[in-house]
């Protein structure tokens, strides 16, 4: 292998990520076993050991670098200087754009919120929670100063947040419905207009 080959070629260890977060995604946790993912990478049962101490570590790591990578796309968005509806949709096309990019880890977030978390080593609703406490508080003061029109703050999120991750993680359903597949860039652009025009309709204050 040429050094060039060397520089290009994921490291195995990224190889086994790769294949473990397609493989958690597909089958979930408890049916999905060391050497499945070693099979997807073409290597062997120990050869993954070497890597991770066992399952739970690797799915662990999995969660925590899926999270680093949202926490700073929505960072990017979050701190941005805009106001009011822009600022809303920036945070809507980052999380969209995440989402999209990554649809393994909406079916893993879908899959541990049904199972209570019990697969992971943190508590993914209180690594969640500050997030959330942080849009609840931004959409509040902004209706109070009337930039927005008064609304359950708390509800208007999990409402987005079901229109957003569902959507992902109920592609192969959305498929028979719609005729399509709903991941297409066609599809999926459609679909990142209806979700900000749902938040202008329900925030806009009426002239």
Known sequence: ??????????????????AARQCFAHSGYSDTSLNDIAAEVGIRRPSVLHHFASK?????????????DWFERLSVSISATSTGLAKVEEV???????????PAFVTLVRREAID??????????????????????????????????????????LTGY????SYFSDAPFLEGLL????????????????IIDFFRSALEIPA
């Open 179 to 194: 005729d399509e597949n709903p991941l297409s860039d066609a599809a999926m652009e459609r679909r990142r207009v209806h």
């Open 92 to 102: 809507l096309d980052a999380g969209f754009g995440f989402f999209a990019d990554n």
């Open 162 to 165: 079901g229109a957003l991750l």
């Open 1 to 18: 292998m040429t050094e060039r080959e060397q520089i290009e070629s994921p490291s195995t260890r990224t190889q086994i990520l790769d």
């Open 56 to 68: 739970e570590a690797l799915y662990g790591e999995i969660f925590e670098q899926l999270l680093g």
């Open 116 to 157: 209570g978390g019990s697969h992971l080593t943190i508590d993914l609703a209180g690594t969640l929670r500050p997030l959330f406490d942080e849009a609840v508080t931004y959409f509040e003061r902004e209706m109070d100063a009337g930039v927005f029109r008064q609304q359950d703050a708390a509800q208007l999120l």
